[in-house]
């Protein structure tokens, strides 16, 4: 079983619409985990951290169930910018990622 | 302040050569940890190092190996190459403690 699992998408949303996504990880010792932004052929870049039950940054809200191990991410009011890949990662003595969440927010 | 570098951009190497990535970490963080992205995957993790030791280690072979330098920068170097290591490869620096860790712009290598 991968250490995180991400449902793949492709999620199409058109501008300003709500789009939330899960993934599911297996440690039940990660401590911590995080949302990464990655556009095509770049790097990935933080976009939040999750230590608690949640955060909440601007239109990005995360939430934590330790109960059943998943984070999930919710964007609203989506930007034609917001289009990328989401990548889930937890955090035990490594990163570890899933493969990520394809987010495509339309005009 | 500069972010996480890395050179090259992009490599060429043919089965059997061996290559040296290099990593330079962002101004102020001291451990550096690598990681292989296949194209539509995550990136895995290779290893971590901190204070010029490797500290963590991924599920890769020995084929892989890396070095940290006193200025905390950093090489990975792979060596048999197969063609299966066509991959970017991720480079990302952190302070010690921290749990958050920054990426820098990637070497895409190609093995043919």
């Known amino acids: 079983r991968k250490e995180v699992e991400q449902d793949p998408g492709p999620f199409n949303v058109p501008e300003g619409a709500t789009v939330a996504f899960n993934c599911t990880y297996s440690?039940?010792?990660?401590?911590?985990f995080f949302w990464y932004r990655q556009d095509c052929r770049k790097e990935p870049k933080l976009l939040m951290s999750?230590?608690?039950s949640g955060n909440e940054d601007g239109r990005f809200t995360a939430q934590l169930n330790r109960a059943s191990q998943y984070i999930s991410l919710l964007i609203r009011d989506s930007k034609l910018s917001d289009s990328a890949t989401y990548l889930c990662?937890?955090?035990?003595?490594?990163?570890?990622f899933g493969a990520g969440t394809t987010v495509t927010v339309r005009a | 302040d500069a972010g996480v570098t890395q050179s090259p951009t992009h490599l060429i190497k043919t089965r059997g050569q061996q290559v040296t990535l290099r990593c330079s970490p962002k101004?102020?963080?001291?451990?550096v940890s690598w990681y292989q992205q296949a194209l539509g995957q995550g990136p895995q993790f290779i290893f971590q190092?901190?204070?010029?030791?490797?500290?963590q280690r991924g599920n890769f072979p020995d084929r892989f190996s890396g070095h940290q330098f006193p200025n905390y920068s950093s090489e990975l170097n792979v060596n048999a190459l197969l063609l299966g290591d066509s991959a970017l490869y991720l480079c990302?620096?952190?302070?010690?403690?921290?749990?958050?860790?920054?990426f820098g712009p990637g070497t895409r290598l190609t093995v043919t």
């Open positions: 190092y901190y204070e010029e030791e490797e500290r």
């Open positions: 990302a620096s952190s302070s010690d403690g921290a749990y958050e860790q920054y």
């Open positions: 101004s102020g963080h001291d451990t």
């Open positions: 440690n039940s010792a990660s401590q911590s």
């Open positions: 999750v230590y608690s």
């Open positions: 990662v937890s955090n035990d003595y490594k990163l570890s």
